[in-house]
């Protein structure tokens, strides 16, 4: 089973719709990422969060918001969907205690806003 | 902006050939890492150097790493069609927040049969 898994895979959505993607993970960290994804741009954080009760914003967290339930769960949302938010969408993990940062990424979600 | 920019952007060889990557970065560093992207997929880690190395190796993968030029360099050596994919350097940043990493905009490696 995957130790990152994000739901939904694909998502078509109309401008204005609010929408929730989800991310769950299995590896016990205590750092999640939500990140996007445009062609030509690489990845651009989003939101971050490293452990339930700390959320802090990335480079591009205008029209967005976050949620943590818990520490396996984070969650992303769009209040007010906008064309130019389509994209590819990644949620990461890390764990503080080997110092590496080094992050584990989900297969994404392929967002278009129509 | 970001902190690391692969070059080239595009890069394709033949099967067998070697795939080199460079990686430049702008800030003091604890670390610097190479990700693999299949064409869609999630990054997936595959090598991390310190930044008191100067030269790692994992299989068939050669990491160099430059603090003095803030840059690093990725080598594949004996390619094979299935490393066809993306290809990205990110950086922690040492004087920034911790857990963050720094993703440049990666170097789509093509290896043809």
């Known amino acids: 089973d995957a130790d990152v898994t994000q739901t939904p895979r694909n998502r078509i959505t109309k401008t204005g719709k609010r929408i929730m993607l989800e991310c769950s993970q299995t590896?016990?960290?205590?750092?999640m990422y939500w990140y996007r994804q445009d062609p030509g741009l690489g990845l651009r954080l989003i939101y971050y969060s490293f452990d339930v009760k700390d959320i802090n914003k990335g480079e591009i967290s205008d029209g967005y918001s976050v949620s943590r339930q818990a520490q396996a769960k984070f969650s992303l949302s769009l209040e007010s969907a906008i064309p130019n938010q389509t994209a590819l969408y990644f949620c990461?993990?890390?764990?503080?205690?080997?110092?590496?940062?080094?992050?584990?990424f989900g297969p994404g979600t392929r967002l278009t806003v129509l | 902006s970001q902190q690391g920019e692969e070059d080239p952007q595009a890069l394709s060889i033949q099967e067998g050939e070697n795939a080199t990557m460079n990686c430049s970065y702008k800030t003091s560093i604890n670390n610097l890492q190479w990700y693999r992207q299949n064409s869609g997929r999630g990054l997936v880690h595959l090598i991390l150097i310190r930044s008191n190395e100067r030269e790692k190796h994992s299989g068939r993968l050669r990491v160099t790493l430059d603090t003095s030029k803030k840059s690093s360099s990725l080598l594949i050596t004996a390619s094979r069609a299935a490393d066809t994919a993306s290809y990205f350097c990110?950086?922690?940043?040492?004087?920034?927040?911790?857990?963050?990493?720094?993703f440049g905009r990666g170097t789509q490696l093509t290896v043809w049969p």
């Open positions: 990461a993990t890390s764990d503080p205690v080997k110092l590496t940062d080094t992050q584990y």
């Open positions: 590896k016990g960290h205590d750092r």
């Open positions: 990110a950086t922690d940043d040492r004087g920034s927040t911790l857990g963050r990493l720094y």
